[in-house]
């Protein structure tokens, strides 16, 4: 069974920065489509970066493109989103998430990890 666990999420300010983690375990982490989620109070989940098991990105969705970064290290099955330039509207807990190549849907969840910038 997956298990996805976050970690690096807190408090920043605006301008600021945070690398957020998710270790993986239970498969074989390179045979997984990772992604990074966030869902803000009363909005719904959004994607916000996804990348392949060879570690091919997704094109970012236009609210964080040039600012955020995935990447992944199959030696330690381990996702990575690395966030700059923070602004107060990516406040918002961030999940990592999962899919196998045979599957269409992100299946694995962590937890979350909640990030908060403020103004």
């Known amino acids: 069974q997956v298990q996805l666990v976050e970690s690096g999420g807190g408090l920043v300010q605006t301008g600021g920065s945070l690398r957020l983690s998710c270790t993986f375990s239970?498969?074989?982490?390179?045979?997984?489509?990772m992604a990074w989620f966030r869902q803000a109070p009363g909005k719904e989940r959004e994607r916000v970066a996804s990348?392949?098991?060879?570690?091919?990105?997704?094109p970012y969705d236009d609210s964080v493109k040039g600012r955020f970064n995935i990447s992944r290290s199959n030696a330690k099955n381990a996702v990575y989103l690395e966030m700059n330039s923070l602004k107060p509207e990516d406040t918002a807990v961030y999940y990592c998430?999962?899919?196998?190549?045979?599957?269409?849907?992100?299946?694995?969840w962590g937890q979350g990890t909640q990030v908060t910038v403020s103004s």
């Open positions: 239970g498969r074989t982490f390179s045979y997984y489509f």
């Open positions: 990348i392949s098991g060879t570690g091919i990105r997704t």
């Open positions: 998430a999962a899919r196998s190549y045979s599957e269409e849907e992100y299946n694995y």
